[in-house]
């Protein structure tokens, strides 16, 4: 048994936590949106062609933002091929994935979705093989009055209403080499400003989010993101950060150990933002969109990401274990902790593609990375808290020193909710949760993600072998909280205070 303290003080305050944080993706690949969220051939199906079923199980994640149609499929995608008639609408050849693309789902039915799931949009637009011009064109067709061109053709869909998206992306990854229309930073800076301009020409309301770099690995990391950010000036409201990772020689003390590299990268990407912002001489502050981040590691390679030209391919559908559903927790403790900075998130994706459920056929299962999420997200109104945390530590082989027990808080009036991973393999932990200023009184409620070894995953046939439920291992004495976790375990305690 390990022993830990954990020390608050509601006046160290990190800053408000941006709902926009437990945001989602999806995208127009594999058997995302087809067979995934769309399927008119379901017995689940809805009045609109969506599964009810999915619909249902995403709800319990409370995500208020989307981002759609991706991802590397908005780098090869022409939006006026989604909107109209269905019938009248081209089946394309779609290359980021060599699929083939019908386009039964585009503008209009991701709004409609939107609307059904209390989404916000987030758009991404094509800055690989598309033009800033039709950028701007997309802006007009989704949130202009009636009267123009463009907005007069969305009437004309059925949609009298302005959709109103506000986050729109200047591009999807543009500094990676398999980007549709790859360019180097100083050529994507043009791009992305001509569009930013138009864009903002036709509504000066929206937010934009800039390509930051997308891969740590990449040699234009940082060199990427500062040249942008010079060029951009005041249109880059935030710059994204992307990232995947995985436990590819098998070492779950390693891979868990991966927050402090997510720290280390958003603040990497903030030093970029600052010092931009202080050589500029600048008011204006641009602020981080993690607009991409999941496990993904096993789902690689052609086999998984070559369509082979045909529809609704099985691609990158990753499936997970207690392990992942850890490393998730410790993504969203990480992006707690810098609530000063990080504004938007997107896990990503929703469904089938590297996703907290998957579909066969009418049957669905939510996988294990879906309960920690869900559990942060119940959880997620508030101001972020500094925390103390005096406890052993290990040494992760690639990933460095990091306390065994992962944490982040959110004070919300009254109620304090501390996240808590313990990452030891073998060990119990007992952690002890004080706030200097103030007393616990109650335990509101509390909720424990675990399973039985790092592999643990559920199927099809083992749907629960890696689920959340009650945790009892709760108890105040003296105005402090005491948890006593297993190991490898995620939870979630909010308390009241006096
Ligand atoms: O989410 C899957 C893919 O990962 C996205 O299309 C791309 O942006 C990233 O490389």
Known sequence: MTETT????????????DPRIFGGFLE?????????????????VDEDGFRRDVLDAL?????????????????????????????????????????????????????????KMDWDPMITVNLGTGTPEEARDWVEYCNCAPGTRFSDMRVANGSPSPHSVSLWCLGNEMDGPWQLGHVPAGQYAVRAQQAAKMMRDVDSGIELVACGSCATGLATYMDWDREV???????????????????D??????????????????????????????????????YLCFDEWNVWYRARGSAHQDGMGRFAP???????NLEDALVVAGFLNSFIRHADVLKIANLAQLVNVIAPLLTRGDQLLVQSIYYPFAMFARRREGVALQAAVSGPTYEGRTNGEVTVIDSSAILNGDTLHVFLTNRSLDQSA?????????AATAIDSAEIVTGEGPA?????????????RAFSDVTIVDGAASAVMPPLAAAAVSLRLC
């Open 314 to 320: 099985h691609l990158i559908e990753e499936v997970y």
């Open 456 to 468: 643990a995953a559920n199927s099809f046939e083992r749907p629960n072998a890696v689920t959340s």
């Open 430 to 438: 007992t952690v002890r949760i004080r706030v200097e200023d103030r």
């Open 6 to 17: 954990i020390t608050l003080h509601t006046d160290f305050q990190i800053a408000p936590v």
């Open 249 to 286: 020689v098998n070492d779950t003390a390693d891979f868990l150990a991966i927050t402090n590299s997510i720290d280390r990268q958003i603040e990497d990407m903030d030093a970029v933002c600052r010092f931009v912002q202080a050589r500029r001489r600048s008011k204006a502050r641009t």
């Open 59 to 115: 709800r319990g994640l409370a995500m208020p933002v989307v981002r759609y149609p991706g991802g590397n499929f908005a780098s090869g995608y022409h939006w006026r091929d989604g909107v109209g008639p269905r019938d009248q609408r081209p089946t394309v050849r779609e290359l980021a994935w060599q699929s083939i693309e019908p386009n039964s789902i585009g503008t209009d039915e991701f709004m409609r979705l939107c609307r």
């Open 28 to 44: 127009q690949m594999g058997r995302s949106i087809y067979q995934g969220v769309y399927d008119p051939a379901s017995s689940h």
């Open 229 to 247: 950010l010079e060029y951009l000036g005041d249109y880059a409201d935030y710059i994204s950060l992307h990232r995947y990772v995985g436990n």
